[in-house]
């Protein structure tokens, strides 16, 4: 008996997010809204796996019910060099995957690391949890997961 693979039909969000990425030139699948990831991950047509420190998800907060791989370590940030075998134990390389950090970028570094490593559906969440910095260094005043109203916890 032989094993056949399935074909997986992205759901359409996504479909969209990699036609972007595409027109982009972007080296990785693409790039949804914190709302978008919200309901493909309730619908389960994606993961979520956060990108962030432990510590962030621990006092910042942390969506519920998503997976973690720290893509960097440590307040100097150290980029974390067991990221894609780690990413790799917890979901499959063709799986749809969305990552999430404080802002979109070391998601957005994380998702090409992890496309280069032959992920074939690897996504950033833009604006990230936190969001960007206002006029007064200070996060979470006009984007990002928590400033959306979506569903987080804290310990």
């Known amino acids: 008996m032989s094993a056949v693979l399935e074909e997986v039909v992205l759901h ?3 479909q969209a997010a ?16 914190p709302q978008q ?8 047509q994606a993961r979520i796996v956060d990108v962030r420190t432990a510590e962030e998800r621990k006092f910042v907060g942390q969506v519920p019910g998503t997976l973690h791989v720290a893509w960097a370590t440590g307040t100097a940030l150290t980029r974390n060099p067991r990221f894609v075998r780690e990413l790799e134990a917890k979901v499959g390389r063709h799986d749809p995957v969305l990552l999430l950090c404080r802002s979109g970028k070391r998601s957005a570094l994380a998702a090409e690391a992890a496309a280069k490593a032959g992920f074939t559906r690897v ?12 006029a007064a260094q200070q996060r ?7 400033y959306q109203g979506l569903p987080w916890q804290q310990d």
């Open 37 to 44: 990831a919200w309901e493909l991950f309730q619908a389960g």
């Open 12 to 14: 359409p969000t996504l």
């Open 140 to 146: 979470g005043t006009a984007d990002g997961w928590r």
């Open 18 to 33: 990699q036609a972007e990425a595409t027109a982009l030139g972007l080296p990785f699948s693409g790039s949804v809204s």
């Open 123 to 134: 996504f950033n969440i833009r604006e990230g949890f936190e969001g960007e910095l206002n």
